[in-house]
């Protein structure tokens, strides 16, 4: 039964939850916790703060799964959760979440076909110097570029966690991108 439940999509792996079946959530948990801990690092630097925020989601979308409409999709209200669980981990931290770059040069797929050593170091250079550039935007900023280039989300998905107008997305996508060229430049 499991086995054929792991082949099922998302959303009707929550409607089975929903209906009962408790036991079939974890395969949602296998499915997105690698995902939400990357999320998460592109916030956090803390591994125990990390992990806390990855235990959270769950937690609250294990707790909350009757609110989940399986008319929509499983990861944006998953994602949205996340969203949540991080703006608090931040508030706590007391940290600065008001400072985020062109990622079109740095997709993460283009780093996969080469698996050279020179190819390597200059894939850890961008990510360090992608990693610098997006601490230093605002959230507002940073967390769609994050979801679309990292998370590899759409601007619907986007607009549906971060609860905002899917034109507002790409502008501050493009924003981003602006604000990243310029600290580049610094």
């Known amino acids: ?29 296998k499915r997105y916790e690698d995902k939400i801990k990357r999320y998460s690092r592109k916030f956090l630097s803390d591994k125990e703060d990390i992990n806390d925020v990855v235990q959270n989601v769950f937690i609250k979308a294990y707790e909350n799964i009757q609110s989940f409409d399986t008319k929509r999709k499983f990861s944006s209200w998953l994602y949205r959760i996340a969203h949540n669980e991080l703006v608090n981990a931040l508030k706590k931290k007391k940290k600065n979440p008001l400072l985020l770059f062109d990622l079109d040069i740095f997709f993460p797929q283009q780093f996969h ?3 050279s050593i020179e190819r390597e170091i200059d894939r850890q250079d961008a990510k360090e110097i992608i990693d610098k550039c997006l601490d230093k935007l605002a959230l507002k900023y940073r967390e769609p570029i994050i979801l ?10 986007i607009a549906d966690i971060m609860r905002i107008p899917i034109s507002t997305v790409g502008i501050r996508i493009k924003r981003a991108k602006e604000l990243m060229k310029f600290i580049l430049k610094k």
């Open 148 to 157: 679309y280039y990292f998370e590899e989300l759409n601007y619907k998905e």
């Open 113 to 115: 076909a080469d698996n």
């Open 1 to 29: 039964m499991r086995e054929e439940v792991s082949q099922e999509n998302d959303e009707k792996i929550a409607f089975l939850v929903q209906s009962g079946k408790v036991e079939v959530f974890s395969i949602l948990i």
